[in-house]
C-alpha cells in the first residue's frame, strides 16, 4: 500500500494519473465491500475495465448509510459533515491520517507555496462550534505549519479581526483569510478595508445563516468588503481528502492525483463530454482506503484544460456546507 501512495502522490501526467486509477480501482473493487456490491449489482465485472472512463462512481450517499472502507487497518479519525437538525450525517472513517495530511500539504503548497511564510487567519464560527470537521483538521495543520505569531481563529470577534488585517497589511505580510461564507459576509457588513494583496477564500455555505446567493454577487459584495480583485474558493467535502482551489470567477483547478468528470443527469452511469452541464463525478486518489469514485450532487461543467465550475445541485439533493453555491 505504501508503494501505491508513493505512486499517488507522484502522479506528472494523464499516463501516470490513469495508470493508478486503475491500480486504485483494482485494489477498491475487491476491498471495499461496500462498492464491491454497488458494483456487482451493476453486473460490472472489475476485470473487464480498462480505462478509468469505465470505472463505476459509488453514489456520496452511500457514505451516510455505511462504512465506505477498503483497509482492514483500525480508524484513525472520523470525518463527519455538517447538517441542519434531523439530517442523517456523512461519515468519512480515515484509517491513515497521514494521507489526508499529505494530500492536503500537497496541495496547498502547489497552490499557494509554502504556509510558513504565510499569516494564517481562520474565520470559520460553524466549523469551529461542531466535531469532526475535515477542514478544521487541514486549518489547524496549516495554523501550526506557519511561523507567522498572528495566524488563527476568529470566531465572532470581528473588531479583532479587522485590526488584525490593518496591521497585517501595514506589514507586507503574505496573509491568507480562510471564511465559511456568511461569517464573510457578517464581517464586510460592519468593516470594510481596502488590502488587495489579502487572499479571501470562501469555503462555501451559509449554514442556514443567510439566504444562498449567486456567486456573482456574493464575490462582488465580498470583493468591494475587502478591496481585492478576486475571491478564492476551496471545493472540499467531508467525503473527499482532497480539495480543489479556485483563484477566481468560480473556475476551480484539481491536485494532479484528483479528476472531475461529468455524468448525464438523465443517465447516471454516462459520461458527458466537456463545456456541458452534468452531474459532478469525482476520482480523488487520495481515498485510497476508502472510495476514490464518487458521484457527487452537484451540478457541474468542465472545460478542456481539467478545471471546472459548480452550478448547483440536484433538486433533492440535501443542502449541505462545502461551496454550494447556486450560480
Known amino acids: 500500500m505504501k508503494d501505491l501512495i508513493s505512486q499517488i502522490f507522484s502522479i506528472e501526467t494523464k499516463e501516470q494519473f490513469e495508470k493508478a486509477a486503475l491500480k486504485v480501482f483494482k485494489h477498491q473493487a475487491k476491498n471495499c465491500s461496500v462498492y464491491c456490491k454497488y458494483i456487482s449489482h451493476l453486473r460490472i465485472k472489475p476485470e473487464e475495465i480498462s480505462s478509468s472512463d469505465h470505472i463505476p462512481y459509488l453514489p456520496i450517499s452511500f457514505f451516510k448509510s455505511h462504512n465506505v472502507l477498503s483497509s482492514t487497518e483500525e480508524t484513525e479519525i472520523t470525518f463527519s459533515s455538517s447538517g441542519t437538525t434531523g439530517m442523517s450525517q456523512s461519515r468519512h472513517l480515515v484509517t491513515d491520517v497521514k494521507v ?18 504565510t499569516c494564517f487567519l481562520a474565520l470559520l464560527p460553524s466549523y469551529l462550534e461542531r466535531d469532526g470537521s475535515s477542514l478544521i483538521y487541514m486549518v489547524d495543520a496549516l495554523l501550526k505549519q506557519s511561523k507567522h505569531k498572528d495566524s488563527g481563529y476568529f470566531l465572532h470577534n470581528h473588531d479583532d479581526l479587522f ?3 490593518k496591521e497585517l497589511q501595514a506589514s507586507g505580510q503574505k496573509t491568507i483569510l480562510i471564511g465559511v461564507t456568511y461569517a464573510l459576509l457578517d464581517f464586510v457588513e460592519q468593516h470594510k478595508i481596502t488590502f488587495p494583496e489579502l487572499v479571501v477564500m470562501e469555503t462555501g455555505g451559509m449554514k442556514g445563516k443567510r ?11 465580498l470583493q468591494n468588503g475587502f478591496g481585492v480583485n478576486a475571491i478564492h474558493s476551496e471545493y ?53 482506503n476508502s472510495c476514490s469514485f464518487i458521484a457527487t450532487q452537484d451540478l457541474g461543467r ?3 484544460d481539467g478545471s471546472f465550475e459548480v452550478l448547483g445541485r440536484f433538486d433533492n439533493a440535501d443542502i449541505r456546507g462545502c461551496n454550494l453555491l447556486i450560480g
Open 302 to 304: 468542465v472545460f478542456e
Open 100 to 117: 489526508y495530511e499529505q494530500s492536503f500539504n500537497s496541495a496547498f503548497e502547489q497552490f499557494y507555496g509554502n504556509p510558513e511564510q
Open 211 to 221: 439566504k444562498e446567493m449567486v456567486r456573482e454577487e456574493l464575490h462582488e459584495i
Open 236 to 288: 472540499g467535502m467531508t467525503e473527499l481528502l482532497s480539495q480543489a482551489y479556485s483563484y477566481g470567477s468560480g473556475i476551480f483547478n484539481c491536485p494532479p492525483w484528483m479528476k472531475i468528470n461529468l455524468r448525464d443527469t438523465n443517465d447516471p452511469l454516462s459520461l458527458i463530454a466537456n463545456n456541458k452541464t452534468g452531474g459532478i463525478n469525482v476520482i480523488d486518489l487520495a481515498n485510497v
Open 163 to 165: 485590526k488584525k488585517l
